[in-house]
C-alpha cells in the first residue's frame, strides 16, 4: 500500500480536521530561535482552510516527561503560526481537558487553533499499548478526520502519531510527502558518489545508524561528538570529550566492515579542544592523536572539528553527487565552535550534487549560521526519523498511514 494523502480524506468543507504538526522549535528565553519547523508546517494548514475546514493543530514541544511545565508550552509556536497565516489562532491551555474543549467548538470553518503540548500528559509517550489508544481516542473525539504532518516524529510509536491514526479517517499531509520524496531519493539508486556526514550530540543513537549505511554509501564523515568514539577505538586518547566507551567495539567493528566494502571513512585529523565546556573557553588546535597535549590535558574537550579536517570534508563533499548530513560538527551554539559546521555548510551550499541537510538542530544551525533554505536542495525537519528511514527500517507512523 502507498501513503494515502489528504485527497482521499474526500470533502472536507465545514469539517474540523485534527493536524499532527511538529512545532518543536528551540527556544531561547521564550523566544523563537529557528521557525523552520512551523514554516513546513503551513502548506498543508492552508490548504485545509482553503478546503473549508477548521484546523486543530496538535504537537509536542521538547520533553516535559509527562508534566506540565511552562517552558515547553506551545504558545510561542502558536503565536508564531498566526502571524506566519495572517490570521488570529486560538490557543487552548490544555491538551484534552476543558479549554481544549471550549477552544475546539468554538472554532469555524476556517479557523485555526493550537492545543497545549501533547507531551504535558504521560498517556501520548506511555509505552502501555492501552494508555496510548485511551488518550488517542480523546484527542480523536475534537475531529472528523486526522492529517498527519509530523515528519519528525514518524519514527516514534506515540498516541498523536501512531493510534491517532487508527481512531479517524487519516492521511499524511504534504510535509511527510515531500520529505519521503526526498528520502526515496537517496534511498533509491542514489547518483554516485554518496557522502554521508554525520555529528551531533546524540551518539548511541547515531552509531546504529552507520551499520545500515555502510552498504550503501561511498564516504562517510565523522564529525561531532561521535568522533570521539571513533578516535578513541584508534587507541587514540581524547581526554575529557565526549565518549561511548561500551561501542568501542561496534566501532572497531564498522571501520573493519568499511575496509571490507571499501567504503571510505573519512575520520578528522584535528580538532578543537577548549578548556571546559562554554561560549567563552579558551581553546586550542590539537592533532586527533594529541588531544591530551593540549595546556588543558586531561581536562580538555574536543568541542569541534580542526581547519583541517573541515577542508578535507569539504572536498569530499563538493567532489559528491549526493550528500546528506545530519548533526552538527561542533558545538555550534557557541560561535568559536561553530567553524567545522560552518565550512560543512558552505561547502553543501557551494556543491552541485543533490544535498539534503537532516536534523532539528543541524537544520537551526545552518539557518544560524546565515545560510538561506535554498542554499541546499532539502532541509528535512526531521533528524531521527530520516535517520531511520535511510536505515531501511519501518516506521510507525508511515505504516499507519498506509506506508509500506
Ligand atoms: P540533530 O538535531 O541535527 O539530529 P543532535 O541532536 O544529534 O543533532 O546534536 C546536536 C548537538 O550536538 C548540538 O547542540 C551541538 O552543540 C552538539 N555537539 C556537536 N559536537 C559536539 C561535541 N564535540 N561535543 C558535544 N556536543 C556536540
Ligand atoms: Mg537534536
Redesign the pocket.
Known amino acids: 500500500m502507498t501513503l494515502r494523502t489528504i485527497e482521499s480524506l474526500g470533502e472536507l468543507a465545514g469539517k474540523r480536521v485534527l493536524v499532527r504538526c511538529d512545532l518543536n522549535v528551540p527556544l531561547s528565553d521564550g523566544f523563537i530561535t529557528d521557525d523552520g519547523r512551523i514554516r513546513a508546517s503551513l502548506p498543508t494548514i492552508r490548504e485545509l482552510i482553503a478546503a473549508g475546514a477548521s484546523v486543530v493543530v496538535i504537537s509536542h514541544l521538547g520533553r516535559p516527561k509527562g508534566e506540565v511545565q511552562a517552558e515547553f508550552s506551545l504558545a510561542p509556536a502558536a503565536h508564531r503560526l498566526g502571524e506566519l497565516l495572517g490570521n488570529d489562532v486560538a490557543f487552548a491551555r490544555d491538551t484534552v481537558g476543558e479549554s481544549a474543549q471550549q477552544t475546539v467548538e468554538a472554532l469555524q470553518p476556517g479557523q485555526v487553533a493550537v492545543l497545549e503540548n501533547l507531551r504535558f500528559n504521560p498517556e501520548e509517550t506511555s509505552k502501555t499499548d492501552a494508555e496510548r489508544e485511551a488518550f488517542a481516542r480523546r484527542l480523536a473525539a475534537f475531529g472528523d478526520a486526522f492529517v498527519s504532518d509530523g515528519f519528525g516524529v514518524v519514527h516514534r510509536k506515540q498516541a498523536s502519531v501512531f493510534e491517532l491514526a487508527a481512531a479517524l479517517p487519516s492521511a499524511a499531509g504534504r510535509l511527510i510527502e515531500r520529505e519521503l520524496a526526498v528520502l526515496e531519493r537517496l534511498t533509491e539508486r542514489p547518483e554516485r558518489p554518496y557522502a554521508v556526514v554525520l ?5 548511541a ?2 552509531l546504529g545508524v552507520i551499520e545500515h549505511l555502510l552498504p550503501r554509501v561511498d564516504s562517510l564523515l565523522i ?3 561521535m ?2 568514539t571513533f578516535l578513541a577505538a584508534q587507541g587514540h586518547r581524547v581526554a575529557s ?2 565518549l561511548e566507551a561500551d561501542q568501542l567495539e561496534t566501532v572497531r567493528g564498522y571501520l573493519a566492515e568499511a575496509e571490507r566494502l571499501g567504503v571510505e571513512v573519512v575520520l578528522p585529523s584535528d ?1 578543537v579542544v577548549a578548556s571546559r ?1 562554554a561560549a567563552d573557553a579558551q581553546s586550542e588546535i590539537a592533532a586527533s592523536d594529541a588531544i591530551e597535549e593540549t595546556s588543558f590535558g586531561t581536562a580538555g ?4 572539528i580542526g581547519p583541517e579536517t573541515a577542508e578535507r570534508f569539504a572536498d569530499v563533499i563538493e567532489a559528491a553527487r549526493t550528500v546528506f548530513w ?9 560561535e568559536r ?1 561553530a567553524e567545522g ?1 560552518r565550512v560543512v555548510a558552505g561547502a553543501l551550499a557551494s556543491a552541485s550534487g543533490f544535498t539534503v541537510v ?8 545552518v539557518r544560524a549560521l546565515g545560510f538561506a533554505d535554498d542554499d541546499f536542495s532539502h532541509i528535512s525537519t526531521g ?2 526519523a530520516s ?1 531511520e528511514f535511510l536505515e531501511g527500517q519501518r516506521l510507525p507512523g508511515l505504516e499507519a498511514l498506509g506506508w509500506q
Open positions: 555529528g551531533g550530540s546524540k551518539v543513537d547515531k564529525g561531532g561528538g568522533l570521539f570529550s565526549l580538532v565546556f574537550i574536543g568541542l569541534d545530519n548533526g552538527p560538527m561542533g558545538v555550534f551554539e557557541f565552535f559546521t537532516g536534523g532539528g538542530d543541524s537544520a537551526a544551525a533528524g531521527g535517520l
